[in-house]
């Protein structure tokens, strides 16, 4: 599986959106990207994926680049219940074995 | 519909001791995955079974075990505690199908070992 890379910390205000970067610059074609948070003392939540196109569901949207080599998370009205680490994975399509790196704790200030 | 199930959510063992923790997964799924999850180490892959066989398998030591049954349940089984086995054990279900990487975590299993 692919190595990503996150900042191990981030801040943002509440009401902003929060835009969390990841590298994968060794992905493979077909390998996915993967996010996932980890709030205090619960199981990780998946939260959204995608392969090169860009995706939103309920909860964040995902803008992966051209060249798929580093990809953003986007929560647009970031609220303190997005307190979490967010851990970008990626994962070739079948694979059950996540791979979580140290993730990118997220602290939402009021 | 009822989410992923782990038992007990806590315990606490000695060295030397053995513990068997339980899993049950979001009906429908039959994938059930084995994640421990330390200060030092972060989350961390045991191993994962689908239609009670053992499919993948992390890089732990044999006294990690699991199995599955014909349920889809899942338990798993450390022998020989050591104190470095304290953690938080999360157990993940998954519907086997195009994407399989939406895994639901349950709450984990919290083992200290004294």
């Known amino acids: 599986d692919a190595k990503t890379t996150q900042p191990p910390s981030m801040d943002c205000a509440e009401g902003r959106a929060a835009n969390l970067p990841c590298n994968h610059s060794?992905?493979?074609?077909?390998?996915?990207v993967y996010w996932y948070r980890q709030i205090h003392s619960q199981g990780p939540q998946y939260i959204i994926h995608?392969?090169?196109n860009n995706e939103t569901n309920e909860m964040a949207s995902l803008i992966i680049t051209e060249d798929r080599k580093s990809s953003t998370l986007i929560l647009p009205h970031a609220t303190l219940r997005d307190t979490a680490v967010y851990y970008c994975?990626?994962?070739?399509?079948?694979?059950?074995?996540?791979?979580f790196g140290q993730g990118t704790r997220l602290t939402i200030n009021p | 519909k009822a989410g992923v199930t782990q038992t007990p959510r806590y315990l606490i063992k000695t060295r030397g001791q053995q513990v068997t923790l339980s899993c049950s997964p979001i009906?429908?799924?039959?994938?059930v995955s084995w994640y421990q999850q330390t200060p030092g180490q972060g989350l961390q892959f045991l191993f994962e079974?689908?239609?009670?066989?053992?499919?993948n398998k992390g890089n732990f030591p044999g006294r990690f075990s699991g199995r599955q049954f014909s349920n889809s349940r899942s338990e798993m089984n450390v022998s020989t505690l050591e104190l470095g086995d304290s953690a938080l054990y999360l157990c993940?279900?998954?519907?086997?199908?195009?994407?399989?990487?939406?895994?639901?975590f349950g709450e984990g299993s919290r083992l200290t070992v004294l």
């Open positions: 993940a279900s998954s519907l086997v199908g195009r994407d399989t990487g939406e895994l639901f």
């Open positions: 060794t992905i493979s074609g077909n390998e996915y």
């Open positions: 995608g392969l090169k």
């Open positions: 994975i990626v994962l070739i399509q079948g694979a059950q074995k996540l791979v």
């Open positions: 009906s429908g799924h039959r994938s």
């Open positions: 079974y689908f239609s009670e066989t053992q499919r």
